[in-house]
């Protein structure tokens, strides 16, 4: 497997907190990707990282890309209700983004 | 702009049944996926085309899966007898061309196989 946790995680907290998710990866990647999946819905990207950024933001998003250990973040503050959904990360598995391999995400439920 | 549209949202199935799943990219969008979402994990890649060609099916259960996207656009993905093991959500994704193009994905089927 791409990917260092299996199970899916999950997050519980209050309107107007910030929350920090974190996936491992085991192989090279050229980009991460960030996506987030509402009940119903199918994936939709929200961020993308590049093996040569650090750090990405938009609006209230911010990633986080460490190509030593292997490891993305994602940081979400002043967390809202609408911000309840599935995270997921993913990589590209080398092929410019055409084959992208999804992690087992993170279940965040923000209460109002 | 529509977005990539599926059909059926839901089905439900007894074992040894057969099912397709239609999906009707975002136009333009060259390349299409079909991915199996079991339930509390992330989508896993079973096949994609760019425009009628397979570029990638090593992850299709070729025994029972079987996709195809004869003129380059609409795609129909069939299992021809499903198992209980094949309970999941079937979601369809299109991109552009170009390398990190953004794929956009449809709402998805989701099957349950009795």
């Known amino acids: 497997s791409q990917w260092g946790e299996e199970n899916l995680q999950a997050l519980s907290i209050q309107e107007g907190e910030d929350v920090t998710m974190n996936c491992s990866y085991k192989?090279?990647?050229?980009?991460v990707q960030w996506y987030r999946q509402k009940s119903g819905k199918g994936p939709a990207l929200i961020i993308l990282i590049r093996s040569n950024e650090r750090e990405k933001r938009s609006g209230r998003l911010r990633a986080t890309l460490d190509t030593s250990s292997q490891s993305s973040s994602l940081s979400i503050t002043g967390t809202l209700a609408t911000d309840t959904a599935v995270y997921f990360c993913a990589t590209d598995a080398g092929t410019g983004g055409y084959k992208v391999v999804f992690g087992s995400g993170t279940r965040l439920l923000v209460s109002p | 702009e529509a977005g990539v549209t599926q059909s059926p949202r839901y089905a439900v199935l007894q074992e040894g049944q057969a099912v397709s799943f239609w999906c009707d990219p975002i136009s333009g969008h060259d390349t299409l996926y079909w991915y199996q979402q079991p339930r509390d994990q992330g989508p896993q890649l079973l096949v994609y085309?760019?425009?009628?060609?397979?570029?990638?099916n090593s992850q299709l259960p070729s025994d029972r899966f079987s996709a195809v996207r004869p003129k380059g656009t609409n795609s129909t993905l069939k299992i021809q007898s499903a198992k209980q093991g094949d309970t999941a959500t079937y979601l369809c994704?299109?991109?552009?061309?170009?390398?990190?193009?953004?794929?956009?994905f449809g709402p998805g089927t989701r099957l349950t196989v009795l």
């Open positions: 192989t090279y990647t050229t980009v």
């Open positions: 994704a299109s991109r552009p061309g170009g390398n990190y193009a953004e794929q956009f």
């Open positions: 085309f760019r425009d009628e060609a397979v570029i990638d």
